[in-house]
Protein backbone atom coordinates (compact mmCIF):
# COMPACT_ATOMS: atom_id res chain seq x y z
CA UNK A 1 0.00 0.00 0.00
CA UNK A 2 2.89 2.57 0.82
CA UNK A 3 4.68 1.40 -2.14
CA UNK A 4 1.34 2.33 -3.94
CA UNK A 5 1.04 5.46 -2.78
CA UNK A 6 4.75 6.34 -2.83
CA UNK A 7 4.64 5.41 -6.59
CA UNK A 8 1.89 7.60 -7.14
CA UNK A 9 2.96 10.26 -5.81
CA UNK A 10 6.30 9.92 -7.82
CA UNK A 11 3.77 9.49 -11.05
CA UNK A 12 2.10 13.12 -9.76
CA UNK A 13 5.18 14.98 -9.53
CA UNK A 14 6.77 13.33 -12.62
CA UNK A 15 3.64 14.95 -14.40
CA UNK A 16 3.98 18.12 -12.78
CA UNK A 17 7.31 18.96 -13.81
CA UNK A 18 6.52 18.33 -17.08
CA UNK A 19 3.90 21.23 -16.91
CA UNK A 20 5.23 24.26 -18.63
CA UNK A 21 4.62 27.58 -17.74
CA UNK A 22 1.77 28.40 -20.63
CA UNK A 23 0.08 25.33 -18.88
CA UNK A 24 0.60 26.35 -15.33
CA UNK A 25 -0.95 29.85 -16.31
CA UNK A 26 -3.40 28.53 -18.21
CA UNK A 27 -4.38 25.87 -15.33
CA UNK A 28 -4.47 29.31 -12.89
CA UNK A 29 -6.11 31.15 -14.88
CA UNK A 30 -9.16 28.91 -16.00
CA UNK A 31 -9.99 26.98 -12.68
CA UNK A 32 -14.00 26.66 -13.66
CA UNK A 33 -13.18 29.88 -16.33
CA UNK A 34 -15.17 30.10 -19.56
CA UNK A 35 -12.64 29.44 -22.01
CA UNK A 36 -12.36 25.92 -23.39
CA UNK A 37 -8.59 24.35 -22.66
CA UNK A 38 -6.56 24.38 -25.15
CA UNK A 39 -6.07 21.00 -27.59
CA UNK A 40 -3.26 19.00 -26.92
CA UNK A 41 -3.14 20.32 -23.10
CA UNK A 42 -3.96 17.60 -20.25
CA UNK A 43 -4.91 19.82 -17.82
CA UNK A 44 -4.54 19.29 -13.80
CA UNK A 45 -7.18 17.17 -12.77
CA UNK A 46 -8.88 20.13 -10.86
CA UNK A 47 -9.41 22.17 -13.74
CA UNK A 48 -12.61 22.46 -15.16
CA UNK A 49 -13.38 24.57 -17.30
CA UNK A 50 -17.83 25.54 -18.44
CA UNK A 51 -17.13 25.26 -21.82
CA UNK A 52 -15.74 22.77 -24.78
CA UNK A 53 -14.73 22.76 -28.12
CA UNK A 54 -16.92 20.26 -30.32
CA UNK A 55 -18.20 19.24 -33.83
CA UNK A 56 -22.00 19.83 -33.72
CA UNK A 57 -24.52 18.56 -36.20
CA UNK A 58 -27.67 21.37 -36.17
CA UNK A 59 -30.73 19.92 -37.87
CA UNK A 60 -30.69 22.89 -40.71
CA UNK A 61 -27.01 21.41 -41.39
CA UNK A 62 -27.88 18.13 -42.96
CA UNK A 63 -26.81 16.64 -45.93
CA UNK A 64 -22.81 15.36 -46.11
CA UNK A 65 -20.40 15.38 -43.57
CA UNK A 66 -18.37 17.73 -44.98
CA UNK A 67 -21.18 20.20 -44.45
CA UNK A 68 -22.71 18.59 -41.71
CA UNK A 69 -20.66 19.08 -38.70
CA UNK A 70 -19.26 22.42 -37.65
CA UNK A 71 -17.05 22.97 -34.77
CA UNK A 72 -18.80 25.01 -31.75
CA UNK A 73 -18.11 25.74 -28.89
CA UNK A 74 -20.80 23.99 -26.21
CA UNK A 75 -21.27 23.56 -22.68
CA UNK A 76 -19.25 21.25 -21.18
CA UNK A 77 -21.51 18.01 -19.94
CA UNK A 78 -23.30 17.98 -16.47
CA UNK A 79 -23.10 14.70 -14.86
CA UNK A 80 -26.01 12.87 -12.91
CA UNK A 81 -25.37 10.73 -9.93
CA UNK A 82 -24.81 7.18 -11.92
CA UNK A 83 -22.42 8.92 -14.60
CA UNK A 84 -19.39 10.21 -15.49
CA UNK A 85 -17.29 12.92 -17.03
CA UNK A 86 -14.38 11.75 -19.78
CA UNK A 87 -11.75 13.76 -20.79
CA UNK A 88 -11.46 13.07 -24.60
CA UNK A 89 -8.10 12.01 -25.39
CA UNK A 90 -9.24 10.33 -28.89
CA UNK A 91 -12.00 8.94 -30.72
CA UNK A 92 -12.75 7.16 -33.77
CA UNK A 93 -15.13 7.28 -37.17
CA UNK A 94 -18.41 5.12 -37.24
CA UNK A 95 -20.76 4.90 -39.87
CA UNK A 96 -23.32 6.12 -37.53
CA UNK A 97 -21.47 9.39 -37.55
CA UNK A 98 -22.14 9.52 -41.50
CA UNK A 99 -25.71 8.67 -40.81
CA UNK A 100 -26.23 11.12 -37.88
CA UNK A 101 -24.38 13.94 -40.16
CA UNK A 102 -26.74 12.97 -43.45
CA UNK A 103 -29.89 12.90 -41.27
CA UNK A 104 -31.16 9.61 -42.85
CA UNK A 105 -32.99 7.64 -42.92
CA UNK A 106 -34.51 10.17 -39.65
CA UNK A 107 -33.25 13.13 -37.94
CA UNK A 108 -30.94 11.98 -34.69
CA UNK A 109 -31.87 14.80 -33.07
CA UNK A 110 -36.09 13.81 -33.83
CA UNK A 111 -34.92 11.29 -31.44
CA UNK A 112 -33.23 12.97 -27.98
CA UNK A 113 -35.20 16.17 -28.97
CA UNK A 114 -32.09 18.58 -28.50
CA UNK A 115 -31.06 21.37 -30.99
CA UNK A 116 -27.38 19.97 -30.97
CA UNK A 117 -25.60 16.98 -31.76
CA UNK A 118 -22.22 15.81 -30.58
CA UNK A 119 -21.75 12.52 -32.83
CA UNK A 120 -19.11 10.06 -31.65
CA UNK A 121 -19.82 6.52 -30.31
CA UNK A 122 -16.33 5.67 -29.21
CA UNK A 123 -13.65 7.16 -27.30
CA UNK A 124 -10.34 6.78 -25.15
CA UNK A 125 -9.60 9.23 -22.06
CA UNK A 126 -9.44 10.32 -18.46
CA UNK A 127 -12.10 10.04 -16.18
CA UNK A 128 -12.28 13.93 -14.91
CA UNK A 129 -15.61 13.79 -12.54
CA UNK A 130 -17.84 10.96 -11.08
CA UNK A 131 -21.26 11.00 -9.77
CA UNK A 132 -22.04 10.56 -6.38
CA UNK A 133 -22.99 7.16 -6.66
CA UNK A 134 -19.79 5.66 -8.67
CA UNK A 135 -17.77 3.84 -7.08
CA UNK A 136 -15.84 1.86 -9.58
CA UNK A 137 -13.73 4.76 -11.46
CA UNK A 138 -12.12 7.44 -10.22
CA UNK A 139 -10.79 10.87 -11.08
CA UNK A 140 -7.58 10.21 -13.18
CA UNK A 141 -8.44 6.50 -14.38
CA UNK A 142 -7.15 5.58 -17.82
CA UNK A 143 -10.42 4.35 -19.68
CA UNK A 144 -12.80 3.52 -22.89
CA UNK A 145 -15.87 3.82 -23.43
CA UNK A 146 -18.68 1.78 -24.85
CA UNK A 147 -21.76 2.78 -26.33
CA UNK A 148 -24.75 0.69 -24.85
CA UNK A 149 -26.91 3.40 -22.35
CA UNK A 150 -28.42 1.40 -20.38
CA UNK A 151 -32.35 2.23 -19.33
CA UNK A 152 -32.22 3.50 -15.95
CA UNK A 153 -34.82 1.17 -15.37
CA UNK A 154 -33.45 -1.91 -16.72
CA UNK A 155 -32.80 -4.07 -12.87
CA UNK A 156 -35.93 -2.74 -11.64
CA UNK A 157 -38.57 -4.28 -14.25
CA UNK A 158 -40.57 -1.33 -13.99
CA UNK A 159 -40.58 0.16 -17.41
CA UNK A 160 -43.41 -1.01 -19.42
CA UNK A 161 -45.90 -4.34 -18.58
CA UNK A 162 -44.25 -6.69 -19.65
CA UNK A 163 -40.55 -4.93 -19.54
CA UNK A 164 -38.17 -7.25 -20.92
CA UNK A 165 -37.64 -11.11 -21.85
CA UNK A 166 -34.29 -11.58 -20.32
CA UNK A 167 -31.76 -9.81 -18.31
CA UNK A 168 -29.92 -8.57 -21.57
CA UNK A 169 -29.36 -4.82 -21.01
CA UNK A 170 -29.82 -4.79 -24.86
CA UNK A 171 -33.71 -6.22 -24.52
CA UNK A 172 -35.19 -2.75 -22.72
CA UNK A 173 -37.43 -0.56 -24.42
CA UNK A 174 -35.20 2.50 -23.64
CA UNK A 175 -31.84 0.98 -24.35
CA UNK A 176 -29.98 3.82 -26.52
CA UNK A 177 -26.45 4.32 -28.11
CA UNK A 178 -24.59 6.52 -27.14
CA UNK A 179 -23.53 9.76 -29.50
CA UNK A 180 -25.98 8.49 -31.80
CA UNK A 181 -29.73 8.11 -29.82
CA UNK A 182 -28.04 10.57 -27.36
CA UNK A 183 -26.55 13.77 -28.01
CA UNK A 184 -23.12 14.11 -25.92
CA UNK A 185 -20.78 12.05 -27.95
CA UNK A 186 -17.15 11.62 -28.03
CA UNK A 187 -16.45 14.67 -30.76
CA UNK A 188 -15.66 16.98 -28.28
CA UNK A 189 -13.16 17.95 -25.35
CA UNK A 190 -15.03 16.35 -22.48
CA UNK A 191 -17.86 13.91 -23.31
CA UNK A 192 -20.56 11.84 -20.49
CA UNK A 193 -21.75 8.75 -20.13
CA UNK A 194 -23.08 5.99 -17.62
CA UNK A 195 -20.45 4.67 -15.01
CA UNK A 196 -21.22 0.92 -17.10
CA UNK A 197 -19.84 2.18 -20.18
CA UNK A 198 -16.52 2.51 -18.62
CA UNK A 199 -13.85 0.38 -19.61
CA UNK A 200 -9.74 0.06 -18.71
CA UNK A 201 -7.90 1.24 -21.66
CA UNK A 202 -5.64 -1.42 -22.59
CA UNK A 203 -2.15 0.21 -21.21
CA UNK A 204 -0.56 -1.65 -24.03
CA UNK A 205 -2.26 0.90 -26.54
CA UNK A 206 -2.11 4.13 -27.83
CA UNK A 207 -4.98 6.34 -26.87
CA UNK A 208 -5.98 6.39 -30.87
CA UNK A 209 -5.71 2.52 -30.73
CA UNK A 210 -7.89 2.07 -27.38
CA UNK A 211 -10.70 4.72 -29.15
CA UNK A 212 -10.57 2.88 -32.42
CA UNK A 213 -12.14 -0.71 -31.87
CA UNK A 214 -15.21 -0.68 -29.18
CA UNK A 215 -18.25 -0.03 -31.22
CA UNK A 216 -17.28 -2.51 -34.01
CA UNK A 217 -15.70 -5.18 -32.55
CA UNK A 218 -18.12 -5.27 -29.45
CA UNK A 219 -21.00 -5.22 -32.42
CA UNK A 220 -18.98 -8.44 -33.89
CA UNK A 221 -18.26 -10.10 -31.08
CA UNK A 222 -21.87 -10.03 -29.52
CA UNK A 223 -22.69 -11.28 -33.74
CA UNK A 224 -20.83 -14.35 -33.75
CA UNK A 225 -20.43 -15.50 -30.20
CA UNK A 226 -23.76 -14.60 -28.69
CA UNK A 227 -26.15 -14.07 -31.33
CA UNK A 228 -24.67 -16.90 -34.00
CA UNK A 229 -23.05 -19.30 -31.45
CA UNK A 230 -20.29 -19.67 -34.08
CA UNK A 231 -18.05 -22.87 -33.43
CA UNK A 232 -15.08 -24.13 -34.09
CA UNK A 233 -14.24 -25.42 -38.12
CA UNK A 234 -17.52 -23.73 -39.23
CA UNK A 235 -17.15 -21.97 -42.55
CA UNK A 236 -18.39 -17.79 -41.98
CA UNK A 237 -18.99 -15.79 -45.16
CA UNK A 238 -17.65 -11.94 -44.28
CA UNK A 239 -19.33 -9.01 -46.14
CA UNK A 240 -16.95 -5.85 -45.94
CA UNK A 241 -13.92 -7.65 -44.56
CA UNK A 242 -12.11 -4.70 -44.82
CA UNK A 243 -14.51 -2.72 -43.41
CA UNK A 244 -14.96 -1.71 -39.51
CA UNK A 245 -16.89 -4.98 -38.47
CA UNK A 246 -15.04 -7.43 -40.82
CA UNK A 247 -11.94 -6.53 -39.71
CA UNK A 248 -12.83 -7.60 -36.04
CA UNK A 249 -15.51 -10.47 -37.34
CA UNK A 250 -12.11 -12.32 -39.40
CA UNK A 251 -10.16 -11.88 -36.09
CA UNK A 252 -13.02 -13.48 -34.14
CA UNK A 253 -13.03 -16.62 -36.93
CA UNK A 254 -9.96 -17.43 -36.47
CA UNK A 255 -9.63 -17.12 -32.34
CA UNK A 256 -12.18 -19.96 -32.59
CA UNK A 257 -10.91 -22.00 -35.31
CA UNK A 258 -13.40 -20.88 -37.99
CA UNK A 259 -13.00 -20.07 -41.56
CA UNK A 260 -13.59 -16.29 -42.38
CA UNK A 261 -13.73 -16.18 -46.59
CA UNK A 262 -13.71 -12.12 -46.77
CA UNK A 263 -15.97 -10.08 -49.72
CA UNK A 264 -13.85 -7.09 -50.63
CA UNK A 265 -13.84 -4.59 -53.37
CA UNK A 266 -10.02 -4.49 -53.67
CA UNK A 267 -6.97 -5.70 -53.89
CA UNK A 268 -5.58 -3.98 -51.33
CA UNK A 269 -8.56 -4.78 -49.19
CA UNK A 270 -7.95 -8.33 -49.87
CA UNK A 271 -4.19 -7.80 -48.41
CA UNK A 272 -5.78 -6.46 -45.24
CA UNK A 273 -7.90 -9.32 -45.15
CA UNK A 274 -5.72 -12.15 -45.43
CA UNK A 275 -2.93 -10.45 -43.03
CA UNK A 276 -5.84 -10.65 -40.40
CA UNK A 277 -5.98 -14.39 -41.30
CA UNK A 278 -9.37 -15.05 -43.44
CA UNK A 279 -8.55 -18.39 -45.56
CA UNK A 280 -9.73 -16.64 -48.72
CA UNK A 281 -11.06 -13.24 -50.55
CA UNK A 282 -13.38 -12.81 -53.13
CA UNK A 283 -13.22 -9.43 -54.76
CA UNK A 284 -17.15 -8.49 -55.56
CA UNK A 285 -16.16 -6.75 -58.43
CA UNK A 286 -15.77 -9.88 -60.44
CA UNK A 287 -19.32 -10.13 -60.12
CA UNK A 288 -20.75 -7.14 -61.89
CA UNK A 289 -24.57 -8.60 -61.81
CA UNK A 290 -24.13 -10.04 -58.44
CA UNK A 291 -26.19 -7.10 -56.14
CA UNK A 292 -29.87 -6.96 -55.87
CA UNK A 293 -31.16 -3.37 -57.21
CA UNK A 294 -34.57 -2.17 -56.76
CA UNK A 295 -37.37 -3.18 -59.65
CA UNK A 296 -34.30 -5.04 -61.45
CA UNK A 297 -36.19 -6.37 -65.23
CA UNK A 298 -36.57 -9.98 -65.56
CA UNK A 299 -33.41 -9.83 -67.28
CA UNK A 300 -31.46 -8.45 -64.47
CA UNK A 301 -32.88 -10.74 -62.04
CA UNK A 302 -31.75 -14.44 -64.36
CA UNK A 303 -28.34 -12.57 -64.36
CA UNK A 304 -27.87 -11.75 -60.95
CA UNK A 305 -29.04 -15.70 -60.05
CA UNK A 306 -26.33 -16.71 -62.51
CA UNK A 307 -23.53 -14.78 -60.77
CA UNK A 308 -24.47 -16.23 -57.27
CA UNK A 309 -24.25 -19.14 -58.37
CA UNK A 310 -20.73 -18.16 -60.07
CA UNK A 311 -19.90 -16.75 -57.10
CA UNK A 312 -21.22 -19.59 -54.71
CA UNK A 313 -18.13 -22.10 -56.57
CA UNK A 314 -15.96 -19.48 -55.78
CA UNK A 315 -16.86 -20.44 -52.50
CA UNK A 316 -15.75 -23.62 -52.86
CA UNK A 317 -13.00 -22.81 -55.18
CA UNK A 318 -11.19 -21.53 -51.64
CA UNK A 319 -12.28 -24.49 -49.59
CA UNK A 320 -11.05 -26.99 -51.97
CA UNK A 321 -14.56 -28.66 -51.32
CA UNK A 322 -18.29 -27.81 -52.10
CA UNK A 323 -18.29 -26.79 -48.23
CA UNK A 324 -21.22 -23.35 -47.97
CA UNK A 325 -20.69 -21.36 -45.32
CA UNK A 326 -23.11 -22.15 -41.94
CA UNK A 327 -22.93 -18.43 -40.87
CA UNK A 328 -23.29 -15.31 -42.74
CA UNK A 329 -22.19 -11.57 -41.39
CA UNK A 330 -24.21 -9.67 -42.78
CA UNK A 331 -24.48 -5.52 -42.59
CA UNK A 332 -24.65 -4.47 -46.06
CA UNK A 333 -28.49 -5.45 -46.21
CA UNK A 334 -30.92 -4.75 -49.54
CA UNK A 335 -27.72 -5.35 -52.33
CA UNK A 336 -26.31 -8.84 -51.03
CA UNK A 337 -29.35 -10.22 -48.70
CA UNK A 338 -30.42 -12.91 -51.62
CA UNK A 339 -26.67 -13.79 -52.17
CA UNK A 340 -26.38 -14.08 -48.33
CA UNK A 341 -29.71 -16.38 -47.99
CA UNK A 342 -28.70 -18.53 -51.21
CA UNK A 343 -25.39 -19.39 -50.28
CA UNK A 344 -25.53 -19.90 -46.40
CA UNK A 345 -25.64 -23.74 -45.78
CA UNK A 346 -28.81 -26.09 -44.60
CA UNK A 347 -29.65 -24.87 -40.88
CA UNK A 348 -27.55 -22.03 -41.12
CA UNK A 349 -27.38 -18.63 -39.93
CA UNK A 350 -27.30 -15.16 -41.05
CA UNK A 351 -26.44 -12.72 -38.71
CA UNK A 352 -27.23 -8.75 -39.52
CA UNK A 353 -26.85 -6.07 -37.66
CA UNK A 354 -27.52 -3.02 -40.21
CA UNK A 355 -28.50 -2.37 -43.55
CA UNK A 356 -26.79 0.00 -45.10
CA UNK A 357 -27.38 -0.02 -48.73
CA UNK A 358 -31.00 -0.01 -47.76
CA UNK A 359 -33.79 -1.75 -45.20
CA UNK A 360 -36.25 -3.48 -47.52
CA UNK A 361 -34.71 -7.08 -47.82
CA UNK A 362 -35.95 -9.23 -51.25
CA UNK A 363 -35.00 -12.69 -51.27
CA UNK A 364 -36.25 -15.84 -52.41
CA UNK A 365 -37.85 -17.12 -49.32
CA UNK A 366 -38.12 -20.81 -50.59
CA UNK A 367 -34.10 -21.02 -50.21
CA UNK A 368 -34.86 -19.63 -46.28
CA UNK A 369 -37.27 -22.33 -45.30
CA UNK A 370 -37.05 -25.32 -47.30
CA UNK A 371 -33.60 -25.27 -45.87
CA UNK A 372 -34.22 -24.43 -42.43
CA UNK A 373 -32.02 -21.10 -42.27
CA UNK A 374 -32.57 -18.88 -39.85
CA UNK A 375 -31.78 -15.15 -39.98
CA UNK A 376 -30.57 -13.26 -36.59
CA UNK A 377 -31.03 -9.93 -35.65
CA UNK A 378 -28.06 -8.48 -33.78
CA UNK A 379 -26.95 -4.63 -32.17
CA UNK A 380 -23.95 -3.68 -30.36
CA UNK A 381 -23.53 -5.32 -27.07
CA UNK A 382 -23.92 -5.25 -23.38
CA UNK A 383 -21.75 -4.84 -20.78
CA UNK A 384 -20.41 -8.07 -19.99
CA UNK A 385 -19.95 -8.87 -23.60
CA UNK A 386 -17.69 -5.82 -24.05
CA UNK A 387 -16.31 -6.43 -20.95
CA UNK A 388 -15.00 -9.85 -21.76
CA UNK A 389 -14.05 -8.49 -25.75
CA UNK A 390 -12.20 -6.04 -23.97
CA UNK A 391 -10.27 -8.78 -22.29
CA UNK A 392 -9.33 -10.20 -25.42
CA UNK A 393 -7.84 -7.05 -26.76
CA UNK A 394 -5.63 -6.64 -23.62
CA UNK A 395 -4.13 -10.15 -24.05
CA UNK A 396 -3.57 -9.29 -28.11
CA UNK A 397 -5.31 -11.87 -28.90
CA UNK A 398 -7.55 -9.19 -30.96
CA UNK A 399 -5.92 -6.51 -32.42
CA UNK A 400 -6.88 -2.36 -33.12
CA UNK A 401 -7.00 -2.25 -36.85
CA UNK A 402 -5.96 1.48 -37.59
CA UNK A 403 -5.35 2.45 -40.85
CA UNK A 404 -5.12 6.29 -40.62
CA UNK A 405 -5.44 8.72 -37.79
CA UNK A 406 -6.62 12.51 -38.49
CA UNK A 407 -6.59 15.61 -36.29
CA UNK A 408 -9.75 16.82 -34.36
CA UNK A 409 -9.73 19.60 -37.16
CA UNK A 410 -10.76 16.49 -39.57
CA UNK A 411 -13.08 14.86 -38.53
CA UNK A 412 -15.67 15.64 -40.77
CA UNK A 413 -13.04 15.00 -43.46
CA UNK A 414 -12.51 11.53 -42.06
CA UNK A 415 -16.32 11.38 -42.13
CA UNK A 416 -16.82 12.18 -45.65
CA UNK A 417 -13.71 9.54 -46.65
CA UNK A 418 -15.93 6.67 -44.96
CA UNK A 419 -19.17 7.81 -46.62
CA UNK A 420 -17.62 7.66 -49.87
CA UNK A 421 -15.99 3.59 -48.86
CA UNK A 422 -12.50 4.81 -49.29
CA UNK A 423 -11.10 3.59 -45.96
CA UNK A 424 -10.14 0.37 -44.75
CA UNK A 425 -10.51 -0.99 -41.07
CA UNK A 426 -11.01 1.94 -38.26
CA UNK A 427 -10.13 5.99 -38.82
CA UNK A 428 -8.70 7.17 -35.57
CA UNK A 429 -8.91 10.63 -34.69
CA UNK A 430 -6.99 12.72 -31.98
CA UNK A 431 -8.89 14.95 -29.53
CA UNK A 432 -7.00 15.87 -26.44
CA UNK A 433 -4.00 14.44 -27.04
CA UNK A 434 -1.39 16.25 -29.16
CA UNK A 435 0.06 13.19 -31.17
CA UNK A 436 0.10 9.89 -31.93
CA UNK A 437 1.91 7.31 -30.37
CA UNK A 438 1.23 8.45 -26.75
CA UNK A 439 -0.12 5.58 -24.21
CA UNK A 440 -0.77 6.84 -20.97
CA UNK A 441 -1.87 10.26 -19.21
CA UNK A 442 2.17 10.87 -18.26
CA UNK A 443 3.44 10.27 -21.83
CA UNK A 444 0.22 13.13 -23.34
CA UNK A 445 1.35 15.68 -20.52
CA UNK A 446 5.08 15.56 -21.34
CA UNK A 447 4.13 15.85 -25.07
CA UNK A 448 1.83 18.71 -24.95
N1 LIG B 1 -26.23 -2.38 -35.12
C1 LIG B 1 -25.03 -2.10 -34.68
O1 LIG B 1 -24.80 -2.21 -33.48
C2 LIG B 1 -23.96 -1.67 -35.64
C3 LIG B 1 -22.63 -1.57 -35.17
C4 LIG B 1 -21.62 -1.21 -36.06
C5 LIG B 1 -21.94 -0.86 -37.38
N2 LIG B 1 -23.23 -0.91 -37.77
C6 LIG B 1 -23.59 -0.58 -39.16
O2 LIG B 1 -22.99 -1.55 -40.01
C7 LIG B 1 -22.66 -0.98 -41.27
C8 LIG B 1 -21.19 -1.25 -41.58
O3 LIG B 1 -20.38 -0.61 -40.60
P1 LIG B 1 -18.79 -0.61 -40.74
O4 LIG B 1 -18.25 0.17 -39.61
O5 LIG B 1 -18.29 -1.97 -40.98
O6 LIG B 1 -18.65 0.26 -42.10
P2 LIG B 1 -17.42 0.33 -43.09
O7 LIG B 1 -16.13 0.48 -42.35
O8 LIG B 1 -17.81 1.38 -44.09
O9 LIG B 1 -17.39 -1.11 -43.79
C9 LIG B 1 -18.47 -1.59 -44.52
C10 LIG B 1 -17.94 -2.41 -45.68
O10 LIG B 1 -19.08 -2.85 -46.43
C11 LIG B 1 -18.69 -3.04 -47.77
N3 LIG B 1 -19.72 -2.55 -48.68
C12 LIG B 1 -20.15 -1.30 -48.87
N4 LIG B 1 -21.10 -1.27 -49.82
C13 LIG B 1 -21.26 -2.54 -50.25
C14 LIG B 1 -22.08 -3.16 -51.23
N5 LIG B 1 -22.93 -2.47 -51.99
N6 LIG B 1 -21.97 -4.50 -51.38
C15 LIG B 1 -21.11 -5.21 -50.64
N7 LIG B 1 -20.30 -4.68 -49.71
C16 LIG B 1 -20.37 -3.36 -49.53
C17 LIG B 1 -17.39 -2.26 -48.00
O11 LIG B 1 -16.43 -3.22 -48.35
P3 LIG B 1 -15.94 -3.47 -49.85
O12 LIG B 1 -16.19 -2.23 -50.62
O13 LIG B 1 -14.49 -3.80 -49.68
O14 LIG B 1 -16.74 -4.66 -50.31
C18 LIG B 1 -17.07 -1.67 -46.64
O15 LIG B 1 -15.71 -1.84 -46.31
C19 LIG B 1 -23.02 0.50 -41.16
O16 LIG B 1 -24.30 0.69 -41.73
C20 LIG B 1 -23.06 0.76 -39.67
O17 LIG B 1 -23.89 1.85 -39.32
C21 LIG B 1 -24.24 -1.33 -36.94
Known amino acids: MAKEKSRAQASANEASENRDMDTIAYEEKNRGEDEPIPFGVVPDLEVLPKKMHAWVIRKERHGDPSKSFQNEI ?39 KQDYHI ?20 PGDEVILHCNIESET ?32 SFAQFTKVQAQQVLPKPANLTWEEAASYGLCYFTAYRMLITRAKLQPSELVLVWGGAGGLGVFAIQICKMIGADAIAVVSSKEKAELCMDLGAKGVI ?166
Open 154 to 185: HSTRTETASDFITYDPMASASQKIWGYETPDG
Open 283 to 448: NRNDFPNLMYKHGETPDESANRFSDMKTFGRAIWEIMGERKNPSVVFEHVGEATFPISVFVCSRFGRIVICAGTTGYSLTFDVRHLWIHQKQIIGSHFANALECLRANELVKKGIIKPVLSQTFSYDDIPKAHQLMYENKHSGKIGVLVQVSRTGLKNTGEAKRAS
Open 74 to 112: MPVPEIGYNEVLVLVMAACVNYNGVWAGLGEPLSVLDIH
Open 119 to 138: AGSDASGIVWRVGSNVKSWK
